[in-house]
Structures are given as structure tokens and as C-alpha cells.
């Protein structure tokens, strides 16, 4: 499976609901069993599948020191933020889901991106870590 920018996150975007750099953005991790829909899935209540483990809470965490910048040599609009790691895990996951956490019901959080680790990722009673792309999470050209 591939990347997938949800089409919701993409009308978000536009109409100003979601603010990247300003807003709280968690990253979840999920099983190879969730098979992410671009066209429906909108909120975080339409995620199944998400890991659980030792030391992975539901919902994911937080991204940190998030930034939003213009890559003029590229012609792009970059999204970016610290890596992701959860120490003393015991996880197995194939993907990460990126949304917006209002701090309320899954169903008011809005979806942005999948991320396919492209096979499972695992960690035995260690740390799991996502390691950010060195291009920016997103890149919008």
C-alpha cells in the first residue's frame, strides 16, 4: 500500500479548519489490517485497527516543534516536525495516521495523511521511532 493523503484533509486545508503549525497534531500507529480509504475516511473514528501495545497509548502523541515553511528551490510548501518515538514499547505496526486532535470525541478529530512503513515495524521492549523524512512530512507542490 502506498501513502494517502485523505481528500477531507485536502478541503480542510483550504477552508482553514486545519492549521498544521498551530494546531495540536497526533500521529497514531496501525496494523496492516487497516486499509486506509482516501474518499470516506474524514475522522479519527473511521481508523480501525490501531495498535496497542506497551507503551503506545490510543490516540498516538503529539508532534513536536512543527513547522510550516516555503522550500522555494523545490517549488513546494513543506510540513515538518520532530521525529516520533515511544521508549520502552513492545508494538508491531505497518502504518502511521496523522490528524488533528481536538481533545474531544475520535469523531470530531480530522484525518490528514496514512503513512505505509511498507512492512511491519516492530518493537520488543524497546523504542519504536518514526523517523521524519528529511524533505518534511508533507510537501504540497
Known amino acids: ?7 477531507a484533509f485536502k478541503k480542510y ?19 496492516s489490517t487497516y486499509t486506509p480509504d482516501q ?3 474524514e475522522y479519527r473514528d473511521d481508523i480501525t485497527n490501531e495498535v496497542s501495545g506497551t507503551g503506545h497509548s490510543a490516540g498516538g502523541s503529539a508532534l ?16 515538518d516536525a520532530n521525529d516520533v518515538s515511544w521508549s520502552t514499547s ?3 505496526a505497518r502504518g502511521a495516521v496523522l490528524y488533528k486532535a481536538r481533545g474531544g ?8 495523511c496514512y503513512i505505509d ?20 512530512i508533507l510537501n504540497l507542490a
Open 90 to 92: 513492545t508494538i508491531t
Open 117 to 136: 512503513f511498507g512492512s511491519d515495524k516492530i518493537s520488543t521492549a524497546g523504542t519504536f521511532t518514526i523517523a521524519c523524512n528529511a524533505e518534511g
Open 105 to 112: 470525541a475520535s469523531s470530531a478529530d480530522e484525518l490528514i
Open 13 to 31: 486545508i483550504m477552508n482553514g479548519s486545519i492549521d498544521l503549525d498551530t494546531d495540536t497534531i497526533n500521529v497514531m500507529l496501525v496494523t
Open 64 to 79: 513536536a516543534s512543527k513547522a510550516v515553511t516555503a522550500d522555494n528551490t523545490d517549488n513546494e510548501g513543506v510540513f
Open 1 to 7: 500500500m502506498a501513502d494517502v493523503i485523505y481528500n
Open 39 to 41: 474518499d470516506t475516511h
